[in-house]
């Protein structure tokens, strides 16, 4: 232990602070405590046993914490609070030997650096959030763009190596920032150029120009009708699903000619791409469907008199169920609006009824392959072929993640399947994100892991653990982990 009154300088990320004692370095994360250096978050460990909630015992009290991951296995070493060995030139900071139906087993935990990584956002709306590959910003400084849009979401791509490195100091210093909430699931303001002002807040419903978003569409408006068709016919003569991308028309969809529905002679505005199927029937909005629309009737173009009938019914409804109209033909074949009867509005319902709670989703995407990877063995790319032939699991926070296909660990994860608070960065800047590695104890050596520096749990130093449940929904980290068996082994690998 050093001199107190002498400044330390931590090494766990290249700012390389010199911290007084009794005072944190920039990142809150490490701080000097009567000259030694210590990660100042509790290390958070996984206990299958626990009630929801959490507990923090102090690390090496017999009574609380034995430090027995063994055979029942029902705790688990996360990276969360374990601290980082930047940047790899030794071991990771914690290399846990745990025991599994009898085989050896190892977990590698860090805190990864990630200067490469960002957040992939999908925000159930049908609202115009923007044009793709528009520039969002946070507090005015680009953050990431609008990327495409999936199916009744828009999409959301922030962060990456650009804006954290490249851009101004300041733009750095705000996108870590707005990733670092994200990931912690904290609501953030976005506005996107030329588009909506939003906020975004993982596992809640967006609010998009300051209204908040109930509900994502039933689909897009062809596929309304294909649901709903057979309930429709014989009830309403024809009904329009109003939608920005592809917006339906029961009498002339494959739909409605299955079911023989008689032809109602609309004429739609917009291009048609197949039978009852149209594109570009406004602009994209705030309105009906996603368009920009407040009238309906202004996507009709008229219909033909050889065809259409006074009288004919007329059902016009978004694919949210969030705006209809009922309509009858009057003498001259123009549609007038009339109160929605019962049984008009038992399908408007039906619509809305089938509609999913509209929510923001923030999945953190970094990349594990580089230095990280020396932390766990001396030959960096024999863990990437582990991880590739399924031989190492990888987790975050002990969430499963989905690991990229072709070259390094690229991963991906929920950030809601992870402890609370599981993020946090330095002022590089770059986000910090837990990682644990976990495979059998000979495979761990097979890659050249630092077999030297694996230990039991109960060898644990942190001052304290956090023990919390883990999230329902994962598979337990262990679980279905196949330590006697082998899997088989990728094409051309070590
Ligand atoms: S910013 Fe980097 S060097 Fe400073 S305390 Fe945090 S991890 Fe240590």
């Known amino acids: 232990m050093s001199d107190p009154s002498e400044k330390i300088r931590c090494d766990a990320c290249p700012v390389l602070c010199y911290i007084k004692d009794g005072m944190a370095g920039a990142c809150d994360r490490y701080a000097n405590r009567a000259g030694e250096l210590v990660r100042v978050d509790p290390h958070v460990i996984l206990d299958r046993t626990l009630e929801h909630g959490g507990q923090i015992v102090p690390f090496g009290h017999r009574d609380d914490w034995s430090g027995d991951l063994m055979e029942d296995h029902p705790r688990f070493v996360t990276a969360i609070g374990a601290g980082t060995t930047y940047p790899d030139y030794k071991p990771a900071p914690f290399i846990i030997s745990t025991k599994l139906d009898g085989i050896d087993m190892v977990t590698v935990v860090t805190e990864g650096i990630f200067s490469y990584c960002g957040v992939k956002i ?32 828009q999409m959301l791509s922030l962060g990456g190596v650009n804006h954290l490195t490249h851009g101004g100091k300041k733009e750095g210093r705000v996108t870590c920032d707005t990733l670092l909430d994200l990931c912690n699931r904290k609501p953030v303001e976005l506005a996107v150029d030329g588009g909506a002002t939003m906020i975004v807040q993982a596992g809640c419903a967006p609010i998009v120009n300051g209204v908040q978003e109930q509900r994502m569409r039933v689909g897009c408006g062809s596929a309304a009708i294909g649901m709903f068709a057979q309930q429709w016919f014989g009830q309403v003569d024809e009904v ?59 996507i009709i173009e008229g219909f033909d008199p050889s065809k259409a009938w006074p009288g ?24 007038v609006e009339h109160a929605k009867p019962p049984h008009i509005v038992a399908f408007v319902e039906r619509i809305r009824e089938n509609c999913e709670p509209a929510l923001s989703t923030v999945l953190f995407m970094g990349g594990a392959g580089g230095s990280l990877r020396a932390g766990v063995t001396e030959n960096p790319v024999r863990l990437t072929r582990s991880v590739k032939d399924m031989l190492t699991r990888v987790t975050s926070g002990g969430a499963p993640v989905y690991v990229w296909p072709g070259g390094g660990i690229t991963f991906m994860v929920d950030v809601m399947r992870l402890p609370a608070n599981a993020f946090g960065h330095v002022p590089t800047p770059a986000i910090v994100a837990p990682i644990e590695f976990t495979l059998t104890l000979a495979d761990y050596e097979a890659l050249g892991g630092h077999m030297a520096h694996v230990r039991p749990a109960e060898a644990l130093h942190a001052s304290f653990a956090h023990l919390v449940s883990p999230d329902e929904v994962n598979p337990w980290p262990l679980d279905h982990l196949d330590p006697g068996g082998r899997k088989p082994r990728r094409k051309g690998g070590a």
């Open 122 to 153: 999908k925000i159930d709306t049908d609202r115009y959030l923007g044009a793709e590959a528009a520039t969002v910003r946070a507090r005015g400084e680009p953050v990431g763009h609008v990327t495409t849009g999936e199916y009744g979401s």
């Open 240 to 298: 329009i699903v109003v939608d920005d991308h592809i917006t339906g028309v029961l009498s002339e969809h494959q739909a409605g000619k299955v079911l023989g529905v008689r032809e109602t002679g609309i004429r739609i505005r917009g291009r048609r791409s197949t039978p009852g199927r149209y594109f570009h029937v406004a602009a994209p909005g705030a309105g009906w469907g996603g368009t920009n629309l407040d009238d309906p009737l202004s």
């Open 312 to 335: 004919l019914s007329l059902l016009m409804v978004s694919t949210t169920g969030e705006h209809a109209a009922y309509f009858r033909l009057d003498d001259a074949l123009r549609p």
